[in-house]
């Protein structure tokens, strides 16, 4: 059972408490690779997590100078916040200079962490960002013969099936007007592109909008945009061969899976064949897929990939619940979509893309938000994530300067997360420094995700959705309640969470005899049960199976609880 903790260093770390807008490194701080010690490891592997991914590893557009390390200064009219987003990347062989102590020994010090890490029997996942690079892409690390990307480029077309890029001949590139851009550090004069190149989000002109990705370039898989989107896979491009060869590099430095940023941008055909090449030499590396098209879900898994991200389904649904009134009763329209694909989705209600759960752009309240975390978490076997700070409820509160008071904790620029500094406590990572509130909600984490790991109906357990058997004209209430069992042969499991915020909910539950034969429950007159709510133990209930299907589990719940019931016989 895998539960992903992703952990963004820049910001995980970072001990300054006083933070400006838009402030520099020197002024607002930034966490290193050593901030990762091992009593943060400890502390993130006790929650209950098995995989760590770490976000905003690979060098990146940045406006603080590291120049006299060798490392080119970007243009600051080609870089988002005075940090950079972490998904521009200016070599895929290197490793952020921000988070090094010693930024020459910078490399040296990932390999570190990641050795941490493996000794605490954790797994190191990072960010495979294929689609797109910095308009200033320049490795200075990369192996002895490796080509740059654009190096060998014929620039007068826009397509060729050799080049990496795809290119506006005659064109010049006109970046859109900033507001508030910083323009105080690096070069003041204007950045020019002749030709223009195609931005990342396949904008195909010389001028992108600012919702545009106008910092990156289009990285070309040979498909031909021009016309019918004809392909020249065979031979493989050579953006296919010099991709391999940075995911090798990464393997062989013992990360043990990609998370691949928007990989449904890229050509599925890419993915088979690196991901099977790449498996040769690492059988057990894990591909996790940034994908939005359920239309593809199916590809992307014969292609290899081993997760993808369950965002336009269930993620969605259930902030349509929290935040709209959707019907809880429509959780099961998710699954069933699926198409039997539930294990093979990443699930969560964080991640850096989406809006903080505490915020008040969102619930406002965490705990409001836990019965979407826990449908999330334990309807199915695949993955479930969470980001950093959502377990203590940071709420990321403010503008930290390019990204806005928008409720996330921005990729963009220096900034730090209150409540992970409170959790930390000055490194001793005892939470001394939460309040009340914070404690419990760490504490909920820290059991949810921990039955989950080690629990069997959680690991190998099937799924069954109870709400056909409990419409709402029954003792029921649909809208606000969802139920589903997970079991094994040995442990039979009842979860049940009350959506509504403000009100209680009380109800007969019914198990249907179909739930009860699968999960091995008998069905004979006059045997005792009893349910044991595993969130609360002094809450139980003595029943009776063959009674089920009629009279039901009388459960009781106040606003946003959940209970996890655990049945088995008196003996």
Not at 97 to 114: G, I, M, S, W, Y
Not at 158 to 168: D, E, G, M, Q
Not at 353 to 377: C, I, T, W, Y
């Amino acid at each position: 059972m895998i539960n992903i903790y992703q952990l963004f260093p820049r910001v995980f770390g970072n001990k300054t408490t006083t933070p400006e807008a838009n402030g520099s490194i020197q002024t607002n701080g930034c966490g290193k690779f050593s901030d990762i010690d091992n009593q943060a490891i400890t502390a993130i592997r006790d929650l209950g997590i098995t995989h760590v991914w770490l976000t905003g590893i690979i060098r990146h557009a940045t406006l603080t100078s590291y120049e006299k390390y060798g490392i080119p200064d970007c243009h600051p009219g080609v870089v988002k916040g005075r940090a950079g987003s972490p998904y521009a990347i200016t070599d895929y062989y290197d490793v952020d200079p921000d988070l090094a102590t010693n930024v020459d020994e910078r490399l040296q010090e990932f390999k570190a962490l990641v050795k941490r890490l493996h000794q605490q029997k954790l797994k190191v996942i990072i960010d495979f960002v294929g689609n797109h690079v910095s308009r200033q892409y320049q490795s200075i690390a990369k192996p002895t013969g490796t080509p740059d990307f654009g190096e060998f480029d014929n620039k007068e077309v826009v397509f060729a099936p050799t080049n990496n890029f795809y290119y506006l001949p005659g064109q010049a590139l006109v970046l859109p007007v900033i507001e508030n851009k910083i323009t105080d550090i690096n070069s003041h004069a204007e950045y020019h592109e002749m030709p223009a190149r195609v931005t990342g989000n396949d904008c195909f002109r010389a001028d992108p909008a600012s919702t545009d990705w106008y910092e990156t370039v289009k990285l070309n898989y040979g498909i031909d945009f021009t016309g019918e989107k004809q392909t020249f896979f065979d031979p493989p491009p050579p953006t296919w061969n010099m991709m391999l060869d940075i995911l090798k590099y990464w393997a062989q430095m013992g990360v043990d899976g990609f998370r691949a940023d928007m990989a449904e941008m890229v050509p599925v055909e890419f993915w088979k064949y690196a991901i099977s090449q790449l498996r040769q030499q690492h059988p057990e590396i894990i591909m996790i897929a940034e994908i939005y098209r359920p239309d593809l879900y199916k590809p992307f898994i014969d292609a290899g990939f081993d997760f993808l991200y369950d965002k336009v389904g269930l993620y969605n649904r259930l902030n349509d619940i929290l935040r709209y009134g959707q019907a809880a009763e429509s959780i099961s329209i998710c699954w069933k979509m699926l198409d039997v694909r539930d294990n093979r989705m990443l699930r969560f209600m964080e991640n850096h893309d989406e809006v903080r759960l505490a915020s008040q752009h969102f619930m406002g309240n965490p705990f409001k938000a836990l019965p979407a975390v826990v449908v999330s978490a334990l309807m199915h076997r695949g993955p479930f994530m969470v980001y950093n700070g959502q377990e203590c409820g940071e709420k990321a509160t403010g503008a930290a300067g390019y990204s806005g008071d928008d409720g996330r904790t921005s990729i963009f620029d220096y900034t730090h997360m209150p409540s992970v500094q409170a959790w930390i406590n000055d490194g001793s990572f005892d939470g001394g420094k939460l309040n009340k509130d914070q404690l419990e909600l760490l504490s909920f984490y820290r059991k949810l995700l921990t039955m989950r790991r080690d629990m069997p109906a959680f690991q190998t357990g099937a799924f069954y959705d109870l709400m056909w058997a409990n419409p709402w004209y029954t003792d029921f209430d649909p809208r606000f309640v969802y139920a589903f069992m997970r079991f094994t042969l040995n442990q039979r499991l009842v979860i049940v969470t009350n959506f509504h915020t403000t009100e209680s909910r009380s109800m007969r539950l019914n198990i249907p005899i179909d739930a009860l034969l699968k999960a091995d429950i008998p069905i004979e007159k006059g045997e005792q049960w009893l349910a044991v709510n595993l969130l609360k133990p002094s809450e139980k209930i003595v029943f009776k199976p063959s009674e089920l299907p009629e009279e039901g589990l009388k459960i009781s719940l106040t606003p946003s609880e959940t209970a996890i019931y655990e049945l088995h016989p008196i003996y």
